[in-house]
């Protein structure tokens, strides 16, 4: 029984994530300005770790969970980077 629910648990967790990458995809396309397609990039980053975690759970296995955090901690960086660049106009001071 335990099995059954985790399997459905996941199912649903695939689902609804892979539906926020859609909508984030929609975002990143559509968005009018620099700034929406910058939160659009950075949210689906999220959500790609959140698929990452997701396959890591129905795998059962930590190699997933490893490569969502060195994703994450890449993903911030280059947020904040683009962000500044967006701003400045240069990255480096």
Same mark, same amino acid.
């Given at each position: 029984? !335990?099995?059954? $629910?985790?399997?459905?648990? #996941?199912?649903?967790?695939?689902?609804? @994530?892979?539906?926020? $990458?859609?909508?984030?995809?929609?975002?990143? +396309?559509?968005?009018? !300005?620099?700034? =929406?397609?910058?939160?659009?990039? =950075? !949210?689906?980053? $999220?959500? +790609?770790?959140? #698929?990452? &975690? @997701? %396959?890591?759970?129905?795998?059962?296995?930590?190699? /997933? %969970?490893?490569?969502? *955090? *060195?994703?994450?901690? &890449?993903? %911030? &960086?280059? !947020?904040?980077? /683009?962000?500044? %660049? #967006?701003?400045?106009?240069?990255? +480096?001071?």
């Amino acid at each position: 029984m !335990t099995g059954a $629910i985790l399997s459905w648990a #996941l199912a649903f967790a695939l689902a609804c @994530v892979s539906l926020a $990458i859609l909508l984030s995809l929609f975002r990143l +396309v559509r968005g009018p !300005t620099s700034g =929406d397609r910058i939160l659009a990039v =950075d !949210t689906l980053t $999220i959500n +790609v770790i959140a #698929l990452i &975690v @997701v %396959f890591g759970v129905a795998e059962a296995t930590q190699t /997933y %969970f490893e490569a969502a *955090l *060195l994703l994450a901690m &890449v993903a %911030f &960086v280059a !947020t904040v980077a /683009y962000c500044k %660049f #967006l701003l400045r106009g240069d990255i +480096v001071e």
